[in-house]
């Protein structure tokens, strides 16, 4: 079937809004005083990104002033999660993703790793019985 | 599923590690609008949280409020919520109908009795009993009969909370909410038209995590996701402070995306979670697709007047006021829709840009 030369939605210049919310550069001073209490206190912050109204294309102009580091992983647990260190040590994007790909969470952590990283101990204790289970007995 | 298992049991059985559970909780807590504090706190209640039996109940409704809970795409954090309920009673979703479907929820009712949660959409017709029944029974007896045994109900969508499109003027069915009914069980209204899937179920996650309702407004809704105006969290809300306006959908203002108060937007008024939470997994919401709010989670929007009036135009009774006007002899009502009319055939002559203030009074003068 032939199929109308259309232009693909993708394709289609969205206009970013010229006066935005302004929440990008507070935003920033937050994660600022947040990394001062992690070196001072060790105190882990959370940040969640959809909880805070953005105009489009803020959200963006944040990530890309935070920018990537030197860390970069993606999990498999219940659908990927891309956890990025940002250029500033010490301060993580950690995005949420469903088996579909689409969005669940959006969170910016100033911590010295995310939690979600770490092996958690009931895995770890899993993992150990499966491991033992798969051994032949005499190593047991 | 086991009417005894946790539901940290239940996720684990389905195969879903220790991080996965905490992806969980950090996406469950974004959803219950609560702070990433509070996530270990989730974690540990969720854990232990044994698995609620849901009773749902449709009455006069479009089933849109099922379809937005269902239609997400799994699996989805919602949907996750959705699958650890026990879910006896859904006629919509249940494979059972007739004596068997209600043999089912009786059943439900006797074995959970002051423990069930009941989830009610659509609004319950008073006028004639006739007017909406599931097996013979019509819906006010069945809500009463219900209602008796539930720890908790969650009037979902606009029209269970407050009577909605089935009650707007002239109401032929004498449609009324569930709190108009029930007046000894906390009610918990889940307001929209549809309401956003995550409020829905952040509500039953708020009661599977804590075993209580939450902290409600005072139309009965959850202060976490309507304790603020679309207005004052909607990214557009600086160009209202500039008094910057679009004026007509297609004008210089329309296109830089400014705001939309004057085109009718309700988002003053509205008291939702939209502007944050969004919709279709968080893409965007109606003001951010350059459509006005239309306020839909408050009560009577149907007949709050014109969807493209502003809201300090007159809403309702500009054609009264012709009339009136018109009836006391008086021409400048006549004159007034004379005045729009000639204006509208000069802007069709001219291509000229007619704004929805023209359309509106020209409408309803002719």
Redesign the interface.
């Known amino acids: 079937m032939h199929m109308p030369d259309v232009t693909p939605a993708m394709e289609l210049k969205v206009e970013t809004a010229d006066a935005l919310t302004c929440n990008v550069q507070p935003l920033l001073h937050e994660i600022r005083h947040a990394l001062a209490r992690l070196l001072d206190e060790g105190g882990h912050t959370v940040i969640d990104l959809r909880s805070l109204p953005l105009a489009p294309g803020e959200e963006q102009q944040l990530l890309d002033e935070l920018g990537n580091g030197e860390v970069y992983a993606r999990l498999h647990a219940l659908g990927p999660t891309e956890i990025i260190e940002s250029r500033y040590p010490g301060v993580w994007i950690v995005v949420h993703y469903n088996s579909s790909d689409e969005v669940i969470g959006k969170f910016i952590e100033v911590c010295d790793i995310p939690n979600l990283l770490r092996s958690q101990q009931a895995d770890i204790q899993q993992g150990l019985e499966q491991l033992q289970a798969q051994l032949p007995a005499a190593i047991n | 599923m086991s009417k005894d298992e946790t539901l940290g049991e239940a996720l684990r059985r389905q195969g879903?590690?220790?991080?996965?559970?905490?992806?969980?909780c950090?996406?469950t807590?974004?959803m219950m609008?609560l702070?990433?504090?509070m996530?270990p706190a989730i974690a540990a209640a969720l854990e232990k949280a044994m698995r609620p039996s849901v009773i749902w109940l449709s009455f006069q409704e479009c089933t849109g409020c099922t379809e937005s809970l269902t239609r997400s795409?799994?699996?989805?954090?919602e949907g996750l919520i959705f699958d650890t309920i026990s879910l006896d009673y859904h006629h919509t979703l249940q494979a059972a109908s007739g004596s068997a479907a209600e043999a089912a929820r009786e059943a439900a009712m006797e074995e959970n009795y002051g423990k069930y949660i009941l989830v009610v959409d659509g609004s319950i017709p008073t006028a004639n009993p006739g007017y909406s029944t599931i097996a013979g029974i019509s819906n006010k007896s069945m809500l009463l009969d219900t209602a008796k045994g539930a720890a908790a109900i969650v009037a979902v969508g606009t029209c269970a909370a407050y009577g909605g499109i089935p009650k707007a003027k002239p109401n032929p069915t004498g449609a009324v909410a569930v709190s108009d009914l029930i007046k000894d069980k906390p009610i918990i209204n889940v307001s929209g038209c549809p309401p956003i899937p995550v409020v829905i179920t952040g509500v039953l996650a708020h009661f599977l995590t804590f075993g209580t309702i939450p902290e409600l407004d005072a139309l009965g809704r959850p202060k976490a996701y309507y304790g603020q105006s679309i207005h004052d969290?909607?990214?557009?809300?600086?160009?209202y402070d500039?008094g910057?306006f679009a004026n007509t959908f297609d004008d210089e203002g329309a296109?830089?995306?400014?705001c939309l108060y004057k085109l009718g937007c309700k988002g003053p008024t509205t008291y939702n979670a939209c502007?944050?939470?969004k919709w279709n997994?968080?893409t965007?919401f109606p003001i951010?697709a350059g459509h006005p709010c239309l306020g839909c989670s408050e009560p009577d929007f149907w007949d709050g007047g014109g969807f493209y009036k502003a809201l300090s135009m007159p809403t309702e009774d500009i054609t009264r006021a012709a009339v009136y006007a018109v009836g006391a002899g008086a021409a400048a009502g006549v004159a007034l829709g004379a005045m729009n009319r000639a204006k509208k055939a000069r802007a069709v002559k001219t291509h000229e840009k007619v704004t929805i203030n023209d359309l509106e009074k020209g409408a309803d003068d002719d």
């Open positions: 879903i590690t220790r991080r996965g559970f905490l992806k969980f950090a996406a807590a974004s609008a702070p990433p504090s996530v795409h799994s699996p989805t954090v969290r909607c990214y557009r809300r600086p160009f500039k910057l296109k830089k995306g400014w502007a944050t939470t997994e968080g965007s951010e």
